[in-house]
């Protein structure tokens, strides 16, 4: 029942990787669409329109791979896999932005296990958590989500997500 709610829901909608040509536009109007508050949890505060195109440009040119969300054509999603070089840890990061019109409706966890689809590909083996305030309001501990999150890149099940 729960997954035939779902399929309708998303009836409309794809989930793919952006190329490099197309990631710059696609991203950076996603990100302008996300409200104050969505806004500030995705970037750790508040940041203006400036900021989201720089941020958007960058993406598209550091090698950071992103997995898109897609409604009506729409981007409203997205998952971002960043290259461990551009993080002081050496250690890859990850984001999420979901729009506020398709939340509640598994699209982040369908970005999730595509990233983490992604992540294998690359043989990645750990990546950075998201911060707390983020991952509590997904229904998870810090704990247990950095734990998923190294478990599932570290010790891939015999079965593929």
């Known amino acids: 029942m729960y997954l035939t709610v779902i399929a309708a829901a998303l009836a409309d909608s794809s989930v793919r990787t952006l190329s490099q040509q197309e990631e710059l536009p696609l991203l950076r109007d996603h990100l302008l ?15 203006d329109d ?15 791979t992103i997995i898109a969300f897609f409604e009506n054509g729409v981007v409203r999603g997205a998952a971002e896999l960043h290259p461990p070089d551009q993080s002081p840890d050496s250690l890859p990061e990850i984001a999420f932005s979901v729009e506020t019109s398709v939340r509640r409706r598994g699209v982040g966890s369908i970005l999730f296990r595509k990233l983490i689809k992604e992540a294998r590909a690359k043989a990645i083996r750990a990546c950075g958590s998201p911060p707390a305030r983020r991952t509590r309001r997904c229904g ?22």
Not at 33 to 47: A, E
Request: proline share 6%; net charge positive; aromatic share 10%.
């Open 33 to 47: 669409r996300l409200d104050r508050t969505s806004r500030r949890d995705r970037f750790h505060g508040f940041m």
């Open 50 to 64: 400036s900021f989201i195109e720089r941020y958007a440009e960058k993406c598209a040119n550091d090698g950071t």
């Open 140 to 161: 998870r501990s810090p704990a247990s989500s950095a734990h998923s999150l190294y478990s599932a890149t570290a010790n891939p099940p015999a079965r593929s997500i």
